[in-house]
């Protein structure tokens, strides 16, 4: 609990540096707002000599202004407003920091390799998105993102503040590589579900949630209309979900190439997820699920994303970080009911924190403007609500009587809207406006959420891969070459040891043992040192 606190402690604090009614932080929050980048009425630099009002005396007004272009990850849609948002964010940036901003949009499902090629091939991307599909310690280890600790030193004081503790999750033989999208990132282990689905199949809400519910409900979805199905896993490449059903970590990887701990909470012992007892029995789960139809039939094949089958309603549920900001987030992508279920206890682990985080490539020729552009993002509201929700009056307006809650104009709704933020986190969340149906209960809500989190026992540790580098890929080569087949149930149980057996001598052979075995050693070393 201790660990806790002082961990949380070092999240959301710090000056918000924001200007209008629009803008303005909620109550409760730290610092009062000012319009950081706003240099109306102020004199002009004059070569360097004096610094504008708002502006920083480390940043040359005089040159051209330096364009820097950050990812964002979506889900193929909502985009049209991007043009747009960059005009906006411009008329901030430019007097602010002299730089311009341009997004590079990336569907989910192609980021991973995308992400992998524009590193190798010199893509001009400044600002990478860290995580979700490609873990923090391989974008460390594959030297895709550059250490930021002395820019953060330098030019980066507010983003530094605000993360506190945090920045232990990111830092590799003391070197921080990236920063928290999310300040207040504590996340459970869960899913989203159409709580519509749930009454229309006569059920009431679980008390507790397992693999066990959802079977059960399963078989209810398909008495109650043989086409709806309880998940679909379109695109699977790894097991990742069983972190989610299980409440496992995998050290930021979610092919548990790293190895897992099999209760974060408490345990610091690396072990092989796929000889152990809980694997066979995910296993087990998903064969029933597919001779059952719980799953469609075309799941590996038919090219659509497991999050927009859930999107359409046709599919339960579908795994999830479960946490306040996620739930809306998700709320205002579909048209139905979409409630989160908690398999886990809210926790802060180093997984969990690099799974939303921003790192500057290690081909961006002006690091320091990457760092000035991510820095304003957390000490200027009003950028940090264009980047979260659009244009005002386009793509969203205050609620009536709250100068904290948005809500989409009329005649729009999550699927029409010009920018719908899907996975980026922008801005420190207890200054921004949040969307509804949040309301201004929210800011309470979220601070309750992180303050009961379990600060589990490897919180700001991190894997550094580099020494098992050739056996991480031979490793990930036979999980994508077996796991898939287990995901979608396609071995039947009568063959399912066989294949297993078959499966993890491949893992042995790739070298799955010293990758544990140096994770193991690295983490030891780091807890004497504590």
């Known amino acids: 609990a201790a660990m806790t606190m002082s961990l949380l402690a070092g999240c959301g604090s710090g000056d918000s540096n924001s200007g209008t009614k629009d803008t303005q932080a909620p109550a409760g929050t730290t610092g009062e707002s000012t319009a950081a980048g706003d240099t109306a009425g102020a004199p002009e630099s004059d070569g360097g000599s004096a610094v504008a009002e708002g502006q920083k005396d480390y940043i040359d007004y005089d040159e051209d202004p330096y364009e820097v272009v950050i990812e964002v990850l979506t889900l193929g849609s909502n985009m049209e407003s991007l043009p747009a948002m960059e005009e906006a964010i411009n008329e901030i940036t430019v007097p602010a920091i002299n730089c311009t901003v341009k997004f590079q949009a990336i569907h989910i499902a192609d980021h991973a390799t995308k992400t992998a090629l524009w590193a190798a091939g010199g893509e001009k991307v400044d600002i990478y998105y860290v995580g979700t599909t490609v873990p923090f310690t391989q974008f460390v280890s594959d030297g895709m993102i550059i250490p930021i600790t002395e820019l953060l030193d330098e030019r980066g004081a507010t983003v530094k503040e605000k993360s506190g503790a945090l920045l232990d999750a990111f830092t590799v033989d003391g070197e921080i590589y990236a920063v928290p999208q999310d300040l207040y990132c504590a996340a459970a282990r869960g899913i989203n579900y159409n709580a519509d689905l749930l009454k229309e199949i006569g059920m009431e809400v679980p008390e507790t949630w397992d693999m066990d519910t959802l079977t059960e409900i399963g078989y209810k979805l398909k008495e109650a209309n043989p086409e709806y199905t309880l998940i679909a896993k379109n695109g699977s490449t790894d097991a990742g979900e069983i972190l989610y059903f299980y409440g496992m970590d995998g050290f930021g990887s979610s092919s548990a190439v790293y190895g897992v701990l099999l209760n974060p909470e408490t345990d610091t012992t690396v072990s092989n997820l796929f000889k152990s007892d809980e694997f066979k029995e995910y296993c087990k789960y ?245």
């Open 286 to 530: 998903n064969i029933e699920w597919k001779e059952n139809g719980f799953m469609p039939a075309d799941q590996a094949v038919n090219g659509q994303n497991a999050q927009d089958v859930y999107k359409s309603g046709t599919s339960f549920c579908n795994w999830v970080a479960a946490r306040p900001s996620e739930e809306i987030s998700v709320q205002n992508n579909t048209k139905f009911d979409s409630q989160q279920a908690l398999f886990s206890n809210p926790w802060l682990t180093s997984s969990i924190v690099q799974e939303k985080a921003w790192g500057i490539s290690t081909t961006c020729e002006r690091p320091e403007k990457a760092m000035d552009f991510i820095n304003l993002m957390y000490e200027n509201t009003e950028l940090a609500n264009i980047l979260n929700y659009g244009i005002e009056g386009t793509d969203y307006v205050y609620t009536d009587g709250s100068d904290k809650i948005v809500t989409y104009p009329e005649g729009i709704d999550g699927s029409t809207v010009g920018w719908n933020r899907a996975f980026n986190m922008f801005g420190d969340q207890m200054e921004i406006a949040q969307m509804a149906p949040a309301t201004e209960d929210y800011y309470t809500e979220l601070k309750e959420f992180n303050d009961r989190a379990v600060a589990c026992a490897t919180l700001g540790y991190s894997f550094d891969a580099t020494n098992v580098a050739t056996q991480v890929s031979s490793v990930s080569n036979v999980v994508q070459e077996y796991v898939p087949s287990l995901v979608y149930g396609e071995i039947p149980e009568a063959e399912l040891d066989a294949y297993l057996e078959e499966m993890n001598a491949k893992l042995d052979e790739a070298g799955i043992n010293e990758i544990i075995e140096e994770n193991q050693a690295q983490l030891d070393a780091w807890a004497a040192s504590k």
